[in-house]
């Protein structure tokens, strides 16, 4: 069966792009292997209508939805190629099928890599975090910490201060310079540029290299971020460099530099949010489904 369009990742920016385009009665299959970036955390903050919810049950619920419309499918396998043929292309999954559509939607995602500390990864997306706006307000302006990953962490400690008192373990990243150690002064934040050895407890206890130990309600670090999919480089989408790691070039419409591929989601913005890939999903659905009526 050949569909309209095929949508890679079923998370929440792929789903939003489903369902504009089911919605118009277009033939969509998505194409999932129900690894979500957020699958670590147990609840969602900062998303109109589900704030607080487990982010399970806010993909759960919106996959249901989707897949009520009678032009809907679902594949839960991997995408491994792609390639085009004639004015659509023609997607390889791991399981071996050839699938055809004539729009491309990628919503893969990223990965996330974390600093390599011990104790962090236990704790990631349940006491160490990324976003202040999705996790800050449950630290009930406790006892914050900023993991420095690079110069770029000044941003989260300046931000901190009005989720709690904040503490930036410079950890060797960066040293402040005079301006930035004004910055931080005038925000409150105490500098500790003692190197991170170790986080244990059940929240977020910090151990320094000197031997002492800050205990914290929760910790902020940055991660370097990798695109979760290998379909990107064999259609030859343009990339943006962001910060923390390369995204995919979009227009205002979610497409890609490559005619009739559109992206959205973490693969297609600097920063991550539920919301931010919801709209992102809803802005790539209704452009793809432009695409198929005018060209």
Known sequence: MSHDVIIVGGSYAGLSAGLQLVRARRRVLVIDAGKRRNRFAEHSHGFLGQDGRPPAEIAADGRAEFMDYPTA??????????????????????????????RLILAGGVRDELPTIPGLVERWGRSIFHCPYCHGY?????????????????????????????????????????????????????????????????????????????????????????????????LGCQLTAGHTGSY???????ETSVPGVFACGDAALPAGSVALAVGSGARAGTGAHASLMFR
Do not use: C, K, Y
């Open 73 to 102: 499918d679902w594949l839960t396998d991997s995408a491994t190629s792609v390639q085009r043929e004639g004015e659509g292309f023609v997607v390889g999954v791991r399981s071996g099928a050839r699938l055809p559509a004539r």
């Open 248 to 254: 995919i070039q979009v227009s205002e419409i979610q």
């Open 138 to 234: 449950e630290l009930d302006q406790g006892r914050i910490g900023v993991l420095a990953a690079s110069e770029l962490s000044m941003h989260h400690a300046l931000m901190l201060p009005d989720w709690g008192h904040t503490t930036l373990f410079t950890n060797g990243a960066f040293v402040p310079s005079a301006e930035q150690w004004g910055q931080l002064a005038n925000r409150g934040v105490v500098v500790e540029p003692e190197p991170v050895r170790a986080i244990s407890g059940e929240r977020a206890n910090v151990h320094l290299g000197d031997g002492r130990e800050v205990a914290l309600d929760g910790l902020f670090t940055l991660t370097r971020t990798h695109l979760d999919s290998t379909l990107v480089d064999q």
